[in-house]
């Protein structure tokens, strides 16, 4: 079966625009987290949804926003961009949001530079 | 603050032999441990997994160990191939926290033939 697909998978922005990235799930999977790469802070949790919820928030500014769809589909949202936004941002989907103990299955990620 | 720190950010094991990758964490009401590995232009993928109520589980050439009181843990590949040369990740989470894991910064393994 198809894994997780994210779009684009290359972006260049400039500072102060915005940028959205897309993420779809496996087929069958509800829940979707978002991670950020960078050199420095490694992987770190952006937030995840289920059913159309945000289940959980990581310590990021609110300029960092998402939302899920019915398809289980997900987008998240970078405004007013600054160059410390430049990353590889990471979607994994999972079955069920439960325990920690459910796989994570992650996408090849969006890498994004902000000149 | 991190809760999960990998100290080596690289190693280098020659084929066949034990390539052993460590983890180190702060939060002692993390209960589940994972390990996943990441290729160049991949997303990471999940190797290994461990409860906090064991100690050892193993899969294959794979094999993790926690301990608790020293809040530790290791992942032994044995034997080692070239394809193993990855960048290697632990993460921890809480049972109560969904899908959110908190990522150690990641050791890069080579296993030179």
């Known amino acids: 079966k198809a894994g997780v697909t994210q779009t684009p998978r290359y972006l260049i922005k400039t500072r102060g625009q915005q940028v959205t990235l897309s993420c779809s799930p496996i087929?069958?999977?509800?829940?979707v987290s978002w991670y950020q790469q960078t050199p420095g802070q490694g992987l770190q949790f952006l937030f995840e949804?289920?059913?159309?919820?945000?289940?959980n928030k990581g310590n990021f500014p609110g300029r960092f926003s998402g939302r899920q769809f019915s398809n289980s589909r997900s987008e998240m949202n970078v405004s007013t961009l600054e160059l410390g936004d430049s990353a590889l941002y990471l979607c994994?989907?999972?079955?069920?949001?439960?325990?920690?103990?459910?796989?994570?299955?992650f996408g090849a990620g969006s890498r994004l530079t902000v000149l | 603050d991190q809760q999960v720190k990998q100290n080596s950010p690289s190693l280098s094991v020659q084929e066949g032999r034990i390539s052993i990758l460590n983890c180190d964490y702060t939060?002692?009401?993390?209960?589940?441990f994972l390990w996943y590995k990441k290729y160049p232009a991949e997303g990471p993928t999940f190797l290994i997994s461990?409860?906090?109520?064991?100690d050892k589980n193993e899969d294959g050439r794979f094999t993790v160990f926690l301990n608790k009181s020293a809040k530790h843990l290791s992942l032994h590949i044995v034997p080692s191939q070239p394809g193993d040369s990855a960048v290697y990740f632990c993460?921890?989470?809480?049972?109560?926290?969904?899908?959110?894991?908190?990522f150690g910064g990641g050791t890069r393994l080579m296993v030179k033939p």
């Open positions: 994994a989907s999972s079955l069920v949001w439960s325990s920690g103990a459910n796989v994570l299955t």
């Open positions: 087929s069958g999977h509800r829940s």
């Open positions: 949804y289920f059913s159309e919820t945000q289940r």
């Open positions: 939060n002692s009401m993390f209960d589940y």
């Open positions: 461990i409860s906090s109520i064991k």
């Open positions: 993460a921890a989470s809480l049972n109560n926290a969904g899908n959110m894991l908190t």
